[in-house]
């Protein structure tokens, strides 16, 4: 009896530690990924993916009602809202031990899933395994980090993985309610630090510190792949990056005054710093604004350009294409993502000359294309009045193709395929193609007259057009 219950003892310490281990690797805090927004292939979509952070168990319904509140709000600015349809959102929902304020006002360490620490930091290597379980390699992503119980600090940049354009960490202060933390600050909040993440722009606000005079935009250290295309030291204005968005009567450094508040300028103050560092605009989603008494501003022409080109560098709209191929004719089609107030250009040409505009399909004939060899070449071209500077053609896409045709060989020209056009074909079999009327009975186009050519005219021996 006393064995027994010695090892009854031993038995419940170990279903004690296996309770332990179990409540560690808890099922619960298994990611799982959820649809908010579908409009195409994640291969050829930005995809925004949030994850949720420092939100309990029981805030699961909090976490997605932040998630729709930022997307809801992120599309009603321009240029996001005319490309709705070039991005996909994805939510992540894992839940964490600990809100932030709930421990940190205690002076402990949160136990969150991704380790966020008062908007400071999180674990990266973590973020990218979490993040790659659920898409492909091509798929190009931008991390959209949403903190639930905090209202700190809230940052964006730029990521170096290929894999991940960006990051953006936004705190939401919803947890708590709190009747200053609204819905639409956070939601704010979050469309400025995810164009930070995604575009590459810095802040046009200023800050206490002027920049040093002589100092070169690549000097700075930005948090960003390259020097941001929003702000600048150039004061001349023939250098200035926007100037194709200067007209010539505003002049350069402009004025912080009322008469240029709607113009495209070079205005002293952006970066952080008082001085030294120039942006496009007095107002801009991108710049100060006070919360508690406005919503943030539009981004600005300059911003707004910039977004639309970074779109483009990760969509092909060539790519979503198909070809049916038939007996004597086929058919290409494409379906490009297209934005909500204006149409793609689509246009095609055969050997370089405009043969369609303005459709979506286009039927390749034999007797239409003419008999040989030709380039189809399909073009896409975003005419958005969004961009007015794209010297790397980044809104302008194509995709070509090789088309053969190979038309009846009827070289008597009756109607039918018959004897009479298999002996013009013998007088020429053996020749090199050295002409025009020996290059019509070249059916393979191998620049010989061969049996290649003579399979072809016996497939169609007998046929009549």
Not at 2 to 11: D, G, Q, R, T
Not at 15 to 27: H, K
Not at 241 to 250: E, L, R
Not at 330 to 352: A, E, M, R, Y
């Amino acid at each position: 009896m006393k064995k027994y219950i010695l090892s009854l003892a031993v038995l419940m310490a170990w279903l004690g530690a296996f309770d332990a281990v179990a409540t560690t690797f808890d099922v619960a805090e298994i990611p799982v990924i959820t649809t908010v927004m579908n409009n195409g292939p994640t291969g050829n979509r930005i995809n925004i993916v949030f994850l949720s952070e420092a939100y309990t168990a029981s805030q699961k319904e909090i976490y997605f009602s932040d998630v729709r509140i930022a997307v809801e709000e992120m599309f009603k600015y321009s240029p996001y809202k005319e490309y709705k349809k070039y991005f996909n959102v994805q939510a992540i929902w894992v839940p964490s031990k600990d809100s932030l304020l709930s421990v940190i006002d205690y002076g402990q360490t949160p136990k969150t899933y991704f380790g966020q620490w008062g908007g400071l930091g999180y674990d990266t290597e973590k973020i990218h395994t979490t993040v790659k379980s659920f898409f492909g390699g091509s798929d190009k992503l931008v991390i959209d980090l949403l903190i639930g119980d905090e209202k700190g600090s809230a940052g964006g940049g730029q990521s170096d993985d290929p894999f991940i354009i960006g990051f953006a960490s936004v705190p939401t202060g919803r947890v708590r309610h709190d009747t200053f933390y609204t819905k639409e600050i956070f939601a704010d909040m979050n469309t400025h630090e995810f164009t930070h993440a995604f575009a590459g722009l810095a802040d046009e606000y200023s800050g206490l510190v002027a920049l040093k005079p002589g100092v070169e935009d690549i000097e700075i250290s930005w948090p960003f792949r390259e020097t941001p295309p929003n702000v600048t030291t150039e004061k001349n204005r023939d250098s200035v990056k926007w100037k194709h968005w200067i007209i010539p009567s505003v002049p350069v450094p402009t004025p912080s005054s009322a008469s240029y508040a709607d113009k495209i300028g070079l205005f002293e103050g952006a970066g952080s710093f008082s001085g030294g560092l120039y942006k496009p605009k007095q107002f801009c989603a991108m710049g100060k604004y006070h919360p508690e008494i406005e919503r943030m501003h539009s981004l600005c022409e300059v911003c707004r350009e910039n977004v639309v080109k970074t779109i483009y560098k990760y969509i092909d709209p060539t790519a979503e294409f198909t070809s049916d191929v038939g007996e004597n004719t086929t058919i290409f089609t494409v379906n490009p993502p297209q934005p909500t107030d204006h149409s793609l250009s689509v246009v095609w040409k055969v050997d370089g000359e405009v043969v369609a505009r303005n459709t979506n399909t286009f039927p390749v004939t034999d007797t239409e294309i003419g008999y040989g060899r030709h380039k189809l070449r399909m073009e896409i071209v975003d005419s958005t009045e969004f961009v007015r500077y794209d010297p790397d053609k980044l809104l302008v896409n194509y995709k070509e193709w090789d088309v053969v045709s190979l038309p009846l060989p009827d070289f008597t020209g009756d109607g039918t395929v018959d004897f009479e056009d298999f002996f013009r074909f013998a007088d020429h079999f053996g020749q090199d193609v050295t002409t025009t009327e020996v290059q019509k009975y070249d059916l393979d186009w191998d620049g010989k007259i061969s049996f290649g050519d003579f399979f072809l005219f016996a497939d169609q021996f007998g046929d009549r057009l």
